[in-house]
């Protein structure tokens, strides 16, 4: 397809022989299952086999998965079980048609491994922040080649840290570059506009997986998915009206998130849940257990954040998680506990109108607002005694380490810890970012210095991920940053306490 033009669904064959133009995912793999994912280009029976010999000779297993139909925009997940742990599993997927002939589609091949249930390395990666601020695929400027690079370093999973769309920001056929050059897009219909409808969500998630890399790299490397505001749209929050912003046909926030909701669990390989919870715990052996935040559902609407008291004006958690994380780090027999948080917890990031955004509200002094719920948090952990809290995080377009301590901080009834910043993979490159001092943070070291040129594009090189390695011998976690080439930028080693 010529860059500029745009991308039109296939129309069926007369063949009742289904197609998978996207290829597969997995998700959500710990000791003994995982979840796998595709999408038919019709309705069909999703087959899933797998086994631990890569030309499945041998030892193959075989699941029969749902029917796939338009209310899913026929994708389809099977919740794979009793997998041996700490091995590499191969997997394939086919669709069967509906037709009079049950014909099969070509399979599709992937590959994950699980995790161990003996001390043994841990190494993965994360980022967030795909196809923002317009950025969609340009193959002269190598497409979406973060992905490539993450694919290449082989991780065990890809944590993806949220914004795996941007549901509200179109993307155009080009965009005028600083250079005097142009980026070229390649459009779709359902990327044409802001996203209201269910289809037009679907449609967003569709569009980075018509890139052979991030198709790649999905069959290779497992992603566990997290959403943050730009699924829905930007800075949103429960309740929310949208009566100032004119591309809005559809004016209630609520229901856009709920549509929102559904796309992100028909596209995103995450194991299914009763009531759609996206947080959750992911253990991956003795060394690691990973915790996925939910910072939009359960927030209150973003204002002044200066609340001198907890209630439900000053919540970013809610209740209900921060009860569950509270109890589940206390309760983790892991060497390390990863906080997989969609939204840093030190820097300021603000809204329109003097409203805040993230934890941070800009007043370096005594907790207030949001900053009370992560206080309270950090509180119990240090009074429990949970150590090797490690923080990962994306949303500001830059990478960066940044070490708490409380004896830099105001408030000081917690153990130090590390927050590390990636991304983004695939859209403008923003920051730095200013400092709340409440909690004590220092940057240790970041991508991107104040000054700097903002919303440059993909092909500027500053898109980033990062990733941490937990040695089974030593128990240091060792993380990394890259960037988009795959480059090796910064790394520190921390040792377990």
């Known amino acids: 397809m010529v860059r500029g033009e745009t991308a039109v669904p296939s129309l069926l064959s007369s063949s009742s022989r289904p197609r998978m133009d996207f290829g597969v995912a997995c998700g959500d793999v710990g000791e003994d299952s995982a979840v796998v994912w595709s999408r038919a280009d019709r309705a069909g029976r999703m087959v899933v086999e797998w086994s631990t010999d890569e030309r499945f000779r041998r030892d193959v297993r075989r699941i029969t ?22 091995q590499t599993v191969f997997y394939r997927v086919q669709f069967e048609g509906r037709g009079s002939t049950r014909e099969l589609s070509d399979a599709v091949v992937g590959r994950l491994r699980t995790a161990s249930r003996e001390p043994s390395d841990v190494y993965f990666a994360w980022s967030g922040d795909t196809c923002g601020q317009g950025y969609g695929i340009d193959a002269s400027r190598g497409g979406l080649a973060t992905y490539r690079a993450i694919h290449g370093l082989e991780p065990d999973f890809l944590v993806h840290s949220g914004d795996l769309i941007y549901a509200d920001n179109p993307i155009p056929a080009s965009i005028d570059l600083p250079d005097g050059t142009r980026w070229r897009n390649l459009v779709t219909a359902e990327k044409s506009k802001v996203a209201e409808t269910l289809a037009e969500f679907h449609g967003n998630y569709r569009y980075p997986l018509q890139d052979p890399q991030v198709r790649e790299c999905n069959a290779h490397v497992p992603v566990f998915a997290q959403w943050d505001d730009h699924e829905v749209r930007n800075n949103w929050y429960p309740g929310q009206k949208l009566a100032e912003d004119d591309r809005y046909v559809v004016k209630d926030v609520d229901l856009l998130a709920a549509r929102a909701r559904q796309a992100f669990f028909d596209y995103q390989p995450v194991r299914p849940s009763r009531d759609a919870k996206i947080y959750r715990v992911v253990r ?33 958690l809610g209740e209900n998680q921060w009860k569950w994380i509270t109890s589940a780090l206390r309760r983790s027999t892991a060497r390390w506990k990863i906080v997989c948080c969609d939204m840093p917890l030190g820097l300021n990031v603000g809204d329109t109108g003097g409203r ?21 948090l950090l509180k119990s952990l240090k009074r429990s005694r949970v150590r090797n809290v490690l923080w990962l ?10 070490h708490y301590d ?10 130090p810890f590390w927050e590390f910043v990636s991304g983004p993979l695939h859209a403008g490159s923003f920051g730095p970012g200013d400092f709340d001092r409440t909690f004590g943070p220092e940057v240790r070291w970041r991508s991107r210095e104040p000054g700097a040129l903002q919303n440059l594009p993909p092909s500027a090189n500053q898109q980033y991920f990062g990733t941490v390695r937990i040695a089974a011998s030593s128990g240091v976690a060792t993380v990394t940053q890259y960037n988009r080439l795959g480059e090796r930028l910064w790394s520190v080693e921390i040792p377990p306490v």
């Not at 805040?356 to 900053?371: H, I, K, Q, S, T």
């Not at 995080?393 to 940044?402: E, G, K, M």
């Not at 409380?406 to 153990?415: G, Q």
């Open 406 to 415: 409380p004896a830099r901080a105001v408030f000081t009834e917690f153990d």
């Open 393 to 402: 995080t994306a949303d500001v377009h830059y990478a960066a380490a940044h």
């Open 284 to 316: 991956r052996g003795p060394l690691c257990d990973l915790f996925f935040l939910d910072l939009r559902s359960y927030r209150s609407a973003n204002n002044t954040n200066r609340q001198p008291t907890l209630g439900a004006d000053s919540r970013i």
């Open 356 to 376: 805040w955004e993230a934890v941070a509200n800009g007043d370096p002094g005594a907790p207030l607002g949001r900053e009370l719920e992560i206080a309270e």
């Open 65 to 86: 998965g749902p029917v796939v139909g338009a209310s899913t925009d026929h994708t389809g997940k099977v919740l794979l079980r009793r997998l041996p742990a700490g």
